[in-house]
T-cell receptor, first 113, second 114 residues
Framework: DTGVSQDPRHKITKRGQNVTFRCDPISEHNRLYWYRQTLGQGPEFLTYFQNEAQLEKSRLLSDRFSAERPKGSFSTLEIQRTEQGDSAMYLC???????????FGPGTRLTVL | AQSVTQPDIHITVSEGASLELRCNYSYGATPYLFWYVQSPGQGLQLLLKYFSGDTLVQGIKGFEAEFKRSQSSFNLRKPSVHWSDAAEYFCAVGEGSGTYKYIFGTGTRLKVLA
């Protein structure tokens, strides 16, 4: 069990650029969640997958955001036309099933200049 | 709507002193409750969780928490704080219908004085 991994750990980009983050969940975990954490706040839910199906998206997830989990394993989160307000820590978590504990990765810190 | 309140933004304690971090939740059904710890630049590490049963739950690193339904609280305690406990602590409630997403409080930052 190597834990949840995320790549990159840090990303600095200019406003208007596109960025993509990757999350590798714990092996055999069916559920994968994305959260966003801004300075001084707790994480906020963005979206989640049950295997490869994206089952819920938060209203925080504007149409500039898209997430995929094509084979039910790793997931990507893409932000198009980044804005300064997108600067945050993006956290990924996985769980074995619906009621099981979510295990979090180290996060990707995005800074939009 | 479900919510979690952590009334204390910052807490400072001396090393060796006892600690209690407060957490109040608003949730209609039986809550699934969690405490996570986050060190600077790091992800969230689970300290303990409550799903059902004994209302006093033990966690890692000597932490415990008590679920009090009548007070809608799930306070985190530790009898003797170590300098390495300095971090940010988050209480969360698991939404128990379908998504099972977590709703987090705003966190309490703990400072430990030597």
């Amino acid at each position: 069990d190597t834990g949840v991994s995320q790549d990159p750990r840090h990303k600095i980009t200019k406003r208007g650029q596109n960025v993509t983050f990757r999350c590798d969940p714990i092996s055999e975990h069916n559920r994968l969640y994305w959260y966003r954490q801004t300075l001084g706040q707790g994480p906020e839910f963005l979206t989640y997958f049950q295997n490869e199906a994206q089952l819920e998206k938060s209203r925080l997830l504007s149409d500039r955001f898209s997430a995929e989990r094509p084979k039910g394993s790793f997931s990507t989160l893409e932000i198009q036309r980044t804005e300064q307000g997108d600067s945050a820590m993006y956290l990924c978590a996985s769980s074995l099933g619906s009621l099981d504990t979510q295990y979090f990765g180290p996060g990707t810190r995005l800074t939009v200049l | 709507a479900q919510s979690v309140t952590q009334p204390d933004i910052h807490i400072t304690v001396s090393e060796g002193a006892s600690l209690e971090l407060r957490c109040n939740y608003s949730y209609g059904a039986t809550p699934y409750l969690f405490w996570y710890v986050q060190s600077p630049g790091q992800g969230l590490q689970l300290l303990l969780k409550y799903f059902s049963g004994d209302t006093l739950v033990q966690g890692i690193k000597g932490f415990e928490a008590e679920f009090k339904r009548s007070q809608s609280s799930f306070n985190l305690r530790k009898p003797s704080v170590h300098w390495s406990d300095a971090a940010e602590y988050f209480c969360a409630v698991g939404e128990g219908s379908g998504t099972y997403k977590y709703i987090f409080g705003t966190g309490t930052r703990l400072k430990v004085l030597a």
